[in-house]
């Protein structure tokens, strides 16, 4: 079996969001998807992803690692290297008529955690948006840090205030990530640690941006606190640093910007320090599905986020395009059981939201 066609597309949902398919194509007909991010320029970012992964044409799909040592050579994006092994595995999971999560050791459980990503907004939009997506089934929710010029006292108390009321609307078995997105120094995030403890987050999620591992650590051993790391570590090297300094609790792996492969390595890594492990992603229902397999497979898997939208053209448009509805059954996605992805992904839909191609 050969590839015979690498296609990107830039995808746009209703309410905004934005993300790269790859669709590869082989001469046996059999066809995988892969996820890729999209950069400010959604048609510099598809002609880049098409540059990086033309000398893929003709190679054996089968050999994902292969593949990705050439794509590394040839400098190419972390993006197009995520894309590419998701395709892959996909192709590779329907030619032998298998989920992805036997290749990748068989599952360890029957269904993978799951957490809703709520979008930022005022605190009465956040409170509806937790609630609808309970309503849905998720049990777990990411909550994003809403910043302010002065961060005196005030600002400390009003972060506990908001997470408060969202504990008490959704109720006490729910769960709550804190989302710093890296806007936070070390310093501040250590404050918000110290001020979140008795309220028992699942983490704090990416406190500070990518400085050195010896001072992102200091936040975690300044705290009880549990700190997740590693949504813009591209390679393991990165991850190996902070688990050496102690400085983290939950991996956090960028679905579409590390390869399926190299987060089994991750995990491994991780597993030998006793650290949990949960795939970054804020894109599109693909990436979602593949982090799925690889929460079923990971005996040190956490939980596994997917953007949610409490609009409902855009959960229409997920669900046209994959197939999967995403909705969780009380706070556990059963596990797709189709061959590769286990998706049935619509062409028709994934041209109807193109934006650059």
């Keep these: 079996m050969k590839i015979t066609a690498i296609e990107p597309r830039a995808i746009a949902e209703p309410g905004g969001r934005r993300y790269v398919v790859l669709k590869v194509s082989t001469d046996a007909g059999i066809f995988g998807y892969g996820e890729a991010p999209v950069d400010s320029d959604a048609q510099v970012t ?149 001020r979140m403890e008795d309220f028992h987050l699942l983490w704090l999620d990416e406190p500070t941006a990518d400085i050195n591992a010896e001072a992102q650590a200091s936040i975690s051993k300044r705290s009880v606190t549990p700190i997740g790391f590693g949504r813009n570590f591209e390679e393991n090297s990165r991850f190996q640093d902070i688990l050496r300094e102690d400085g983290i609790d939950v991996l956090r792996p960028g679905l579409t910007t590390t390869t399926v492969t190299n987060i089994r390595k991750a995990a491994a890594l991780a597993e030998t320090y006793y650290i949990a492990i949960c795939p970054y992603h804020r894109g599109g229902p693909i990436a979602a599905a593949a982090g799925t397999h690889i929460s079923a497979c990971l005996p040190n898997s956490f939980i596994q986020e997917t953007p949610f939208s409490t609009n409902a053209a855009d959960q229409r448009m997920r669900q046209r395009i994959s197939g999967w509805d995403e909705k969780p059954v009380e706070g556990f996605f059963p596990l797709l059981e189709g061959p590769g992805l286990g998706l049935r992904v619509n062409d028709a839909a994934l041209a109807e939201f193109t934006i650059a191609s």
């Design 46 to 194: 598809v002609d880049r992803l098409k540059r990086e992964l033309a000398g893929e044409i003709g190679a054996n799909p089968d050999r994902t690692l292969l593949a990705d040592i050439r794509l590394q050579r040839a400098d190419a994006s972390a993006g197009a290297r995520a894309a590419l092994c998701m395709a892959m595995l996909d192709i590779a999971g329907k030619s032998a008529k298998a989920p992805i999560y036997e290749f990748l050791g068989g599952p360890t459980r029957n269904k993978a955690r799951s957490m809703a990503v709520i979008a930022p907004g005022s605190a009465d939009q956040m409170q509806s948006a937790v609630l609808a997506a309970k309503a849905v089934g998720h049990r777990a929710f990411s909550i994003p840090l809403e910043m302010s010029e002065v961060r005196g006292r005030a600002f400390y108390v009003d972060i506990r205030s908001m997470m408060d009321s969202l504990r008490a609307a959704a109720g006490s078995n729910c769960d709550f990530v804190l989302d710093c997105a890296g806007k936070t120094t070390t310093s501040e995030a250590t404050s918000i640690a110290d």
